[in-house]
């Protein structure tokens, strides 16, 4: 599996850079995703603009990391998805609970918002 990593100061931001994400290819992102949990930078943003084809399985697979993020109080968002995926992402219920912004910007912007979210309750 092919991903650039890119850290900010407040988040990490990865480019899957495969046209397609298998269910292989996903446990390895996973594990990735999973060992910011415990860094002194723990958002992910998740940057899908090569990715072409995901299986089902690995759209639910991220769904439920991305609500393992939260309940330990960190951001992992989802952008960039291509117009076939996006297909896909519009036939299954938590599309609606994920996520999902058109840009790696706008990406960005929830993560610091939800980071302010955080610090106010």
């Not at 446990?27 to 958002?43: K, V």
């Not at 991220?62 to 960039?80: A, N």
């Amino acid at each position: 599996m092919k991903f650039k990593i890119d850290t900010k100061e407040r988040m990490h931001v990865i480019t899957i850079e495969d046209e397609e994400l298998t269910a292989n290819m996903t446990e390895q992102l996973i594990g990735q995703i999973e060992s910011y949990l415990n860094s002194a930078i723990p958002n992910v943003i998740l940057v899908f603009s090569n990715v072409r084809k995901i299986p089902v399985d690995s759209l639910q697979l991220l769904f439920s990391l991305q609500q393992f993020f939260y309940k330990e109080g960190h951001s992992l968002v989802f952008c960039e998805f291509q117009p076939a995926v996006e297909n896909i992402l519009r036939q299954y219920p938590f599309i609606d609970k994920m996520n999902i912004t058109p840009t790696e910007s706008e990406a960005w912007d929830m993560v610091q918002m939800e980071e302010i979210e955080r610090e106010l309750s």
